[in-house]
């Protein structure tokens, strides 16, 4: 049955493309346009051998999201879980894989937390002074290290880019529904040979009751602040820092696990703060083919929880990353090597009840890695990267990456590639949570992803659009909750089994001359199968997809943004008040819809007018959890 969808999938992804000429590329600047995400060598999206999204500064300006979820949702291989309130646990799986299993970089440093099983929560990123975001589907282990398995997001911010050679000031303020409060600035600056850029954003609302039962909101409040200094010291010399920080209170409801077992009102609140800094040195010498670059990484996030006012706990989750690569061009082919050192620290805190939770762990990672892509015809590109992982708790870990672009002729081109990714098992796996009840595993194997994937991309005048089939094995899936009868305790264990996803993602631009209309599609079908027995995944819609307009009406005053994402129906599981058993139930499909109209003032000032979920849709991502009501917000912008 998989074989059979496999290969029908694979011919559909070709035919569809080589035989519709609708599907083309908008201009030149967008062919040219390079990726950050998907190779440490400069590569132009049509050569690249992989599915990649790209959603520009005019795309972030035009939409009016506050946060980076109201970008992402819609785009495809992607499934957002929310649990409910702005603010809520917000995670993202990419092509089906696990929430962990996507890699997050904030101007090219690694955001996951950790602390919280190296997943990344999406509800604390606010789209405010983001330039550009990549979405790099399939795995990415070999550039990227460990937990890349479903893909890559970079995000980079008007701190991580560079400064141009004016001074720039902007201001943002709004006021909304729900008690919404939002204000915004950024300034940059670029001397003869020195570039800073700031900027800072700050979100304060009341939220919304994501509880079936009871009127309390979950209130959320967000302060981020980022800097970046540029100093070219010679011709052959760069130095850059950049330094980000997030400071969040966000309120959240508990489960009632006697009478009904889902979240009723309560009064808990989590505390959070997370810093990001980059030190990096480049050094290119003059009339060389060779460049090297030498960068220090360092990322924190902290997590405290109270409930009615008493510390439940909380984690802290650290990485510090040492990073050498070193570049050489020779003829058509660029090539890049060097080594890496990863140290992650793990600190669990919180009150002794069932057990002490309180405890110190740390691993090391020391990696080696190459790279090269190149012509190999005039119309051939190929791209080949490998890594090789020495972790101190786990075995060994080998990476690899290839893929192939043929560019037919000028309007399409067909790429494959094939990858094995790899995901290191977490901190509470290995070594527990509640000693009396929860036990570590020191023999866990990490995760291992192999994929193939096959596509076309197609370009023609006004318009452009990607098409990809893809298929992947997950095996030594870690479940982390199994009970071992000769502990009679709880552990963490690698599945008997594995998980198998496959799917076809379609992406479509087309520059109308009355507004640019952007289409996304997405089919998954993921199943897990464990000691025999298969089971569908859960929060993972079979169809999802998203249609956006964006126009100015042939105007310089007027502008007008709405999109409807669509996401299917799917499954999660429900746990009733003991001794009754899990469920899986079926959540329903919905549409929410986005309008956003601006209107320019003049030269410095702008107004606009921002509704999420137009219709007041009613829904649910997880069980229980009831998603974003209807919400407005006007805002005012002033550049300088």
């Given amino acids: 049955m998989r074989t059979h969808f496999t290969k029908a999938a694979l011919s559909a992804a070709v035919i569809s493309c080589l035989s519709t000429p609708a599907f083309a590329q908008t201009s030149d600047q967008d062919i040219e346009t390079l990726t950050v995400t998907g190779t440490r060598l400069p590569i132009s999206l049509t050569k690249l051998p992989g599915s990649v999204s790209v959603l520009t500064e005019s795309d972030i300006k035009a939409s009016g999201a506050l946060q980076l979820t109201d970008l992402i949702r819609g785009l495809p291989g992607v499934s957002l879980s929310q649990s409910g309130s702005p603010g809520g646990l917000t995670e993202l799986r ?90 915004s600035m950024n300034a940059r600056s670029q001397s003869d040979n020195v570039g800073i850029s700031a900027y800072a954003s700050y979100i304060r609302t009341d939220g919304d009751n994501v509880s079936r039962v009871g009127n309390e909101d979950d ?39 006697v009478t009904t077992g889902l979240p009723a009102d309560s009064d808990n609140v989590t505390d959070g703060s997370q810093i990001s800094a980059k030190l990096r040195w480049e050094f290119a010498p003059e009339n060389t083919g060779y460049r090297s670059a030498l960068s220090a990484h360092y990322r924190k996030d902290d997590n405290d929880n109270t409930e009615s006012g008493a510390d439940t706990g909380g984690t802290t989750g650290e990485r510090i990353e040492l990073n050498w690569t070193g570049f050489y061009t020779m003829d058509n082919w660029d090539f890049a090597g060097g080594v890496e050192y990863l140290q992650r620290l793990f600190t669990q805190r919180g009150p002794i009840a069932f057990g002490d939770p309180n405890q110190k762990q740390h691993d090391k990672t020391y990696s080696v890695f190459a790279e090269t892509n190149g012509q190999l015809t005039e119309s051939l590109t190929a791209t080949l990267s490998a890594r090789f992982d020495n972790n101190s708790e786990f075995d060994n870990a080998v990476s690899y990456r290839g893929g192939l672009t043929w560019q037919l002729n000028d309007y399409y081109a067909v790429f494959t590639s094939y990858g094995k990714a790899v995901k290191t098992p977490t901190f509470t796996e290995r070594f527990g949570y509640f000693p009396a009840s929860f036990i570590g595993n020191p023999n866990l194997e990490p995760e291992t992803s192999e994929e193939w994937e096959i596509g076309v991309k197609a370009n023609w005048k006004s318009l452009s659009a990607q098409i990809s089939a893809y298929t992947t094995d997950l095996e030594d899936e870690i479940n982390g909750f199994v009970f071992v009868s000769d502990l009679g305790a709880y552990s963490a ?102 309008v956003n109209l601006g209107y320019q003032i003049d030269k410095q000032w702008q107004v606009s007018l921002k509704v999420d979920n137009v219709f007041d849709t009613d829904y649910e991502d997880i069980v229980g959890y009831a998603g974003q009501e209807r919400r407005a917000l006007l805002s005012v912008n002033y550049s300088m």
């Fill in 219 to 257: 209130g959320y409040d967000n302060m981020t602040a980022g800097i970046n200094i540029n100093y070219a010291a010679t011709s052959e010399h760069t130095l850059i820092a950049n330094l980000r920080t997030v400071q969040y209170e966000n309120d959240y409801d508990g489960t009632d696990f």
């Fill in 94 to 183: 990419v092509r089906g894989g696990e929430t962990n299993h996507l890699l997050v970089l904030i101007d090219g440093v690694v955001a996951n937390d950790v602390g919280q099983g190296s997943l990344v929560d999406l509800a604390h990123l606010t789209s405010a002074n983001v330039v550009r975001i990549e979405l790099l589907r399939g795995p990415q282990s070999a550039r990227w290290g460990s937990g890349a398995i479903g893909g890559v997001l970079s995000i980079t911010t008007k701190s991580g880019q560079f400064a141009d050679n004016a001074s720039h000031v902007d201001f943002s303020a709004g006021v909304g529904t729900q008690g919404t409060l939002q204000g």
């Fill in 493 to 594: 264990d690698n599945i008997d089994g594995e998980s198998s996803r496959e799917g076809i993602d379609l992406e479509l631009n087309w520059d109308s001359g009355y507004g640019d209309f952007t289409a996304a599609y997405s089919y998954l079908d993921a199943e897990q199968t464990d000691n025999g027995i298969t089971t569908t995944e859960l929060r993972r819609a079979r169809h999802q997809g998203s249609l956006t307009y964006n126009t100015d009406f042939g105007t310089e005053k007027f502008s007008f943004y709405t999109k409807l994402a669509y996401t299917g129906s799917h499954y999660d599981t429900f746990f009733p008040p003991f001794p009754e058993p899990s469920q899986t139930l079926a959540l329903s499909a919905y549409t929410l819809a986005t």
